[in-house]
Nanobody
Framework: QVKLVESGGGSVQAGGSLRLSCAAS????????VGWFRQAPQKEREGLAT???????SYADSVKGRFTISQDNAKNTLYLQMNNLKPEDTAMYHC????????????????????????WGQGTQVTVSS
């Protein structure tokens, strides 16, 4: 089992940046698929960015070119750098990890919001004002 704790959320103006962190209770290197998803009120969960067990990444079209996912294996921490934020990015952001994962990064992007994916963190709120 792994515990995930997100941090780094906050309130910013449109065009601003934030870096989210996800601290894991154990190493997620090479045997886990990891990623970020978000959920806004009255909206479905949306997978944003993922890394598969080979280190390949995948991004949703809505954040491609603005968000970057990365992983520091020495710190057991996953990051999401978010630039050029827009009001529609306002949501609760969660990190997730799936053990023994053999999916590609694009497959992870599809499944990360599903209940069966694996472990989720409690989330960190991001609010973007216009």
């Amino acid at each position: 089992q792994v515990k995930l704790v997100e941090s780094g959320g906050g309130s910013v103006q449109a065009g601003g940046s934030l870096r989210l962190s996800c601290a894991a209770s154990k190493s997620l290197h090479s045997t886990y698929c990891v990623g970020w998803f978000r959920q806004a009120p009255q909206k479905e969960r949306e997978g944003l960015a993922t890394i598969d067990s080979s280190g390949d990444t995948s991004y949703a079209d809505s954040v491609k070119g603005r968000f970057t996912i990365s992983q520091d294996n020495a710190k057991n921490t996953l990051y999401l750098q978010m630039n050029n934020l827009k009001p529609e990015d306002t949501a609760m952001y969660h990190c997730a990890a799936s053990p023994g994962c053999r999916m590609t990064a694009s497959q992870v992007l599809r499944d990360i919001t599903k209940e069966y994916f694996g472990y989720w963190g409690q989330g960190t709120q991001v609010t973007v004002s216009s």
